[in-house]
C-alpha cells in the first residue's frame, strides 16, 4: 500500500493545520494521526507515522512518542471490527464483565485477539463516557449502548453481513 | 384551613419546580438546530454581552458565584480575571471537553443535544476574554460529536455569530473543535494544553499557570464545556439573579449524570436546594433503586470524589440531611463527608461489592497515570495488583494496611491531581467499608460465590450527645 494521502485527504489535512498559529503545525499531529489511521488500515505502522512527520515538518520520534501515549491509536494490526467494551466500575455494576466473557465465548477471542479471519478484535476498554447507558461499547464512530447478549449477537450478525456484501 | 391547604400545595409546586436554565429547552424538538434555538430565544444573551465590554461580562459572571463545573469548582469569574493581557500577545479560551472521569456524561448531553447553547456560550466567553481563536478539545472517544459541532459552528458562522467584526463589533472569533485519542490524562488542564500542542499529555508544573503561560505559551483560560453553556443563562437574568438560585456558595444549577443501579440513570438539572434523598428516590430524578433493591453505597461526584456507605450519604455524621450542593456534600471532610466534583453520580445497590468496583476504578487510573510521577506511576499499579488479589480470594489482612499505606504516599507527592483522584477512591472504600476488605480476606472462597451485601451500612447513624 502506498503511504500518501489522496487529494481530498491532503486539503483536508492543510484545513486542519490552518486551525493553529503559523509555525505551531505541530498541534495538528492528533488529528492527523486519526486520518492516517483511519486511511491505512486501522493502525499505525512506522512508515505511516514517518509520513505524517513529513506532513508536519517535525522529527519522527515527536509522532512516535504520541502515538503510542493515547489508547486510540493502535500499535499493531486490529480486526475489521474493533469492539472497545468499556469494564470500568459504572459498566462493571450492569454487567460489563458478562458481555465482555460472552463475546470472548462467542468469538473464542481473549482481550486484545483478533479473530482467525481478521474480521474482530476485542479490547476491553475503559471508561468511555457512557456511564448511563451501561454496558457499552465502542464500535469505530458510535457508541453501542444498553448492551445484551441478545444485541451482541445481532450485531456480530450484521457486521459478518455487511462485510461479506 | 381551604387557604392553608392551597398555600401548602402551591408551596409543594414551587419546591417541585425545580429551575432549570440549561436544559429549559430540552424537550424542544430540533434544538440542536440554529432557527429553532434561535426562536426559542437562542442568542440573546450573546446580542446583550456584545453590547456590554469584556469587564462588565467578568463582573456579571463573577457576581454569578458559578463555579467550574468539571470538578474543581473554582469560581469561574475569579479564574477569568488571573487571564494575563501583555500587548501584542494572542490569547486563548479553550473549552476542556474531554470528559472522562468515570461516572461523568454530561457535556456529551450539552454538546449533542444542545450545541447552539454550548457556542454562544462559548462564543460570549471569548468576547470576554479576548480570545480571537477558541479550542474545543474533546475526547477523541466521542467521534461523532464534532460532526454536530462543527454544523452548528457553521450554522452560527451564516448567521454572523462567528467569523469576522461579528454584528459590526470589530470583534472576530473563530471556534475550532480539536479532538484527542484516549486519554483521561488530558482533562487535567496543563496536559490537555500539551495534548493541543501536539505532544504527550503529560501535565505541567505550574505556576506558571495557564492564565500567564498556556497554550503555546500564550494566555490561556481553560473552562469546562457545562461552565461555559452557564455563561449564556448568566448574562441573560444577570449575575445577580443566577446567585440567587441555589444556595450559599452553590449558585446556579448544576448538570448530574446518573448511573449505576437506579430507575432512571441519566443526564439531571438540578437547582441544588433538593436533598439526596429526594434526588435518588423522587420519580422526577433518578425513580429509585433499580429492581426493588436497597442504596448500599454512591460516588456522588465523579469516580475519584470519596464513596459514601447509604447513611452517611443520606444524613451527615451529625444526623442533619445532606443535600445535592458544594457545601453539604462536602460536610464531614473526607473523614464522613464527599464532593460534588464533576456530577457523576455513582449509585451502588446492595448485591453490588465494593471492593470489586474500587478494583476497576484503581485498575482504571492505573491505565490513565501518564507516567511522570513516580509515585501515581508506581502506586496506581501496586494498588491494582493488590486490589485484584483480595477481589479474588488471595489477600492478606495486611494487604489492607498496605493499600492505605500506597494511597497516602500517592496523595500530594504528584505534580498533578490525578494521584489524589487514583488515592481518594481507595482511602474512602477502605475507611467506610474495611470490614467487607476484611470479609475477603477471611472468606477466600464465599467471597468468590456472593457478594458481602448490605451489612450495616445503611443502619442508622449514631450521633454521639452533645455532637
Not at chain 2, 456584545?50 to 469560581?75: D, Y
Not at chain 2, 499529555?201 to 483560560?221: C, H, L
Request: charged share 25%; net charge negative; aromatic share 8%.
Amino acid at each position: 500500500m502506498e503511504i500518501k494521502f489522496s487529494e481530498q485527504k491532503l486539503k483536508e489535512v492543510n484545513e486542519l493545520i490552518s486551525h493553529y498559529p503559523e509555525g505551531k503545525q505541530k498541534s495538528a499531529l492528533i488529528p492527523l494521526l486519526h486520518i492516517a489511521q483511519g486511511e491505512f488500515g486501522g493502525w499505525l505502522d512506522t512508515p505511516v507515522m514517518d509520513y505524517v512527520a513529513e506532513i508536519l515538518n517535525i522529527l519522527p520520534i515527536e509522532v512516535y512518542e504520541v502515538a503510542t501515549f493515547y489508547t486510540m491509536f493502535n500499535m499493531k494490526p486490529v480486526g475489521k471490527h474493533l469492539l472497545e467494551v468499556c469494564h470500568t466500575g459504572p459498566c462493571m455494576l450492569n454487567g460489563s464483565d458478562d458481555i465482555i466473557d460472552y463475546i470472548k465465548e462467542k468469538l473464542g477471542i481473549g482481550p486484545g485477539e483478533t479473530t482467525a479471519d481478521g474480521m474482530f478484535t476485542l479490547k476491553p476498554a475503559e471508561c468511555l463516557g457512557a456511564c448511563g447507558y451501561a454496558p457499552m461499547m465502542q464500535l469505530g464512530k458510535t457508541y453501542r449502548e444498553h448492551l445484551t447478549k441478545e444485541k451482541i449477537d445481532k450485531l456480530i450478525e450484521e457486521l459478518r453481513t455487511q462485510s461479506s456484501n | 384551613m381551604g387557604v392553608g391547604l392551597s398555600d401548602a400545595i402551591c408551596c409543594f409546586l414551587v419546591l417541585k419546580m425545580a429551575r432549570k436554565l440549561l436544559l429549559e429547552n430540552d424537550h424542544i424538538e430540533g434544538i440542536r438546530y440554529y432557527d429553532t434555538y434561535r426562536k426559542n430565544g437562542g442568542y440573546r444573551a450573546a446580542e446583550k454581552a456584545l453590547k456590554m465590554t469584556p469587564e462588565e461580562i467578568v463582573e456579571e459572571v463573577k457576581k454569578s458565584g458559578l463555579r467550574g463545573r468539571g470538578g474543581a469548582g473554582f469560581p469561574t469569574g475569579l479564574k477569568w480575571s488571573f487571564l494575563a493581557k501583555p500587548d501584542g500577545v494572542p490569547r486563548h479560551l479553550v473549552c476542556n471537553a474531554d470528559e472522562s472521569e468515570p461516572g461523568t456524561f454530561k457535556d456529551r448531553y450539552l454538546m449533542e443535544f444542545h450545541p447552539h447553547l454550548f457556542i454562544e456560550g462559548l462564543l460570549i466567553s471569548s468576547f470576554a476574554l479576548g480570545s480571537n481563536t477558541t479550542y474545543v478539545y474533546i475526547r477523541g472517544e466521542y467521534a461523532w460529536i464534532p460532526d454536530i459541532l462543527e454544523q452548528a459552528i457553521a450554522e452560527a458562522k451564516n448567521n454572523g455569530w462567528l467569523g469576522k467584526n461579528i454584528l459590526g463589533t470589530g470583534f472576530d472569533c473563530e471556534i475550532y473543535v480539536h479532538r484527542g485519542a484516549g486519554a483521561y490524562i488530558c482533562g487535567e488542564e496543563t496536559a490537555l494544553i500539551e495534548s493541543l500542542e501536539g505532544k504527550r499529555g503529560n501535565p505541567r508544573m505550574k505556576p506558571p499557570f495557564p492564565a500567564v503561560q498556556g497554550v503555546w505559551m500564550r494566555p490561556t483560560v481553560v473552562n469546562n464545556v457545562e461552565t461555559l453553556a452557564a455563561v449564556v443563562p448568566i448574562i441573560n437574568i444577570g449575575g445577580e439573579e443566577y446567585a440567587k438560585i441555589g444556595v450559599g456558595r452553590s449558585t446556579g444549577t448544576k448538570l448530574l449524570s446518573v448511573c449505576g443501579n437506579v430507575n432512571k440513570p441519566g443526564v439531571y438539572e438540578i437547582d441544588m436546594t433538593c436533598s439526596v434523598e429526594e434526588f435518588i428516590y423522587s420519580d422526577e430524578y433518578c425513580g429509585g433503586i433499580a429492581n426493588g433493591r436497597k442504596l448500599k453505597a454512591c460516588i456522588p461526584g465523579g469516580s475519584s470524589v470519596p464513596i459514601l456507605p447509604a447513611n452517611l450519604l443520606l444524613k451527615t455524621a451529625k444526623g442533619e440531611t445532606r443535600y445535592m450542593n458544594y457545601e453539604s456534600l462536602n460536610d464531614g471532610g473526607f473523614i464522613t463527608g464527599s464532593m460534588m466534583g464533576s456530577g457523576g453520580f455513582i449509585v451502588l445497590d446492595d448485591n453490588q461489592c465494593v471492593v470489586r468496583h474500587t478494583m476497576t476504578l484503581a485498575r482504571f487510573y492505573n491505565h490513565e497515570s501518564c507516567g511522570q510521577c513516580s509515585p501515581c506511576r508506581e502506586g496506581t499499579g501496586w494498588m491494582y495488583k493488590i486490589l485484584k488479589n483480595i477481589e479474588t480470594g488471595k489477600g492478606k489482612m495486611s494487604d489492607i494496611d498496605l493499600l492505605w499505606d500506597i494511597q497516602r504516599k500517592i496523595d500530594g507527592n504528584t505534580i498533578c491531581p490525578l494521584g489524589e483522584a487514583a488515592a481518594w477512591p481507595v482511602a474512602a472504600a477502605i475507611r467506610h467499608f474495611r470490614d467487607e476488605f476484611e470479609w475477603h480476606v477471611t472468606n477466600p472462597e464465599e467471597s468468590q460465590n456472593r457478594n458481602f451485601g448490605l451489612a450495616h451500612y445503611a443502619d442508622p447513624i449514631h450521633v454521639p450527645a452533645g455532637a
